[in-house]
């Protein structure tokens, strides 16, 4: 599950779902649960499930009147979370845990498309809390045993959605906190070209490729590392790769460029970013760089703590025109996708 999926919750629907996610980061839960859903539906629409039924079906309301430090927890708890499984290989094909992408239970999506087929037989554009709490009755019986301990049934549920006015929890989201989005995103570019000389060692995405020529520079030369910093912390609003590692600097000279990487890494996680997405083209005539992607792609996300398939490398020649096509040069953009949660 993820927000972007969302587009056609309300913004009361992202928010219950939100918050259902943070109790379930708080709990150490691998998925977000039902349970936690209903938590977050009370939290983000109050007056229709109030405080005093979630106590009676056995919860404990989540506390959202102070959204700044709400906000800040979350950052904190799925920054956390990513770091824990950055690394963790077995996770990755689960397509769950990372950044934005929120694991939900078999009976969370349940709930959902139940949440879906009622806001469309009740002719709303939009799905609402009203329509998850639906969708929680129909996918999880025991919940719905417990909340008849509050006076819900199936029949009060159905009369929430069909009271439900299109488009009215964007209207009372906007008056009492102001338009709230979840994330915002950014993007950044980077590029780099370094000389190539003979008997230098080839180094791009932080590995060594075997060739008789290699890039001239202060640092190692990795074009693929520097134009990817670049474009980290041009998302970031950050500068560039050349005022946070001068290359007047003795300290950076050979430096592995991983090393920049890393740190860029700490500059964003310091801005609450998280880096969504990687798309690079590394320009050069020989050699062929394909086979070495996998290794590449692979070091590039362990120093940034990030997931291989979260970074598309490509490579491309110069057709023979100019510096690059006559081999006397390496060169390589970046785009990178950033993400922080709004505050
Ligand atoms: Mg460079």
Known sequence: MNFNTLQRFTDQAKQAFYWGFLCSLREHEKAM?????LVGIQAANSSLLSSSDLQKMGFSP????????????MQKLMLRSRLEQAGQSEERKGGGGLGFSFPSDSSVKLA??????????????????????????????????KMAAAGWNEQRAIEACQNYMDGAEQNTVAEQIGKWEPRISRCGIGYDLHRLEAGRKLIIGGIEVPFDKGPVGHSDGDVLAHALCDALLGAAGLGD?????????????GANSLLFL???RKLLDAKHFQIEYVDAVVIMERPKLGPHFPKMRETLAKSLAVFPEQIHVKAKTNEGVDAVGRGEAIACHVAATLTRLNR
Not at 112 to 139: C, P, V, Y
Request: charged residues 25%; proline residues 3%; glycine residues 4%.
């Open 241 to 253: 790769i050349g005022t946070h590692f001068p290359d007047t600097d003795p300290k950076w000279k």
């Open 112 to 145: 959902f498309d139940a949440a879906e087929k009622n806001a469309d037989k009740f002719g709303s554009k939009w799905i609402a809390t009203a329509h998850l709490l639906f969708g929680i009755f129909i996918a999880d019986s025991s919940l719905a045993a």
């Open 62 to 73: 989540l506390d959202v009147t102070n959204l700044e430090a709400i906000h800040e927890e």
């Open 33 to 37: 649960s039902i349970e936690n859903l």
């Open 262 to 264: 890393e740190h860029a």
